[in-house]
């Protein structure tokens, strides 16, 4: 179960991010990479080392093993979390597809972004008919 941190009474971004990719099989890459960085910091939460919503400003050593290992530098001990959000991650081709209702996605912006994608990030609210994004 999510626990929401914040105010108001409306929490949903209904968020898409598309990284495109020069050609299927870095798409694959990148797609397999934010699979293992989600399972390790699934570990670490597990293991009560990171707790959604309180983020931490220290990496434990397993992480910083984890993210030498997937040759990932521009992820802060902060946006860690991120990657525990309720967030889908499809791959269709040579695009990354990813959908959720959170704001805070900078960690898998980062991530796509440093392994060569191009990226195009709107609320479906407001586009609708692009057929991504949970139905309204």
Known sequence: ???????????????????????????QRAHG??????VGLQAEEEAGRLTIGEPSNRFSDEVLQLLSDLNIHSIGPAELEQFLYD???RRDGDS?????????????????????????????????????GRST
Not at 12 to 24: C, E, P, Q, T, Y
Not at 33 to 38: A, D
Not at 108 to 127: N, P, T
Request: glycine share 6%.
């Open 96 to 132: 990354i597809k990813v959908t959720t209702d959170e704001t805070d996605v900078q960690a898998l912006l980062k991530v796509l972004l440093d392994k060569g994608a191009r990226i195009e990030v709107y609320s479906a609210h407001d586009y609708p008919d692009t057929s991504h």
């Open 1 to 27: 179960m999510k626990v929401w941190y914040g105010y108001g009474t409306e929490h949903s971004m209904n968020l898409v991010m598309i990284g495109r990719f020069k050609d299927a099989t870095a798409a």
């Open 33 to 38: 990479l934010i699979k293992k960085l989600t």
């Open 87 to 89: 967030v889908t991650v």
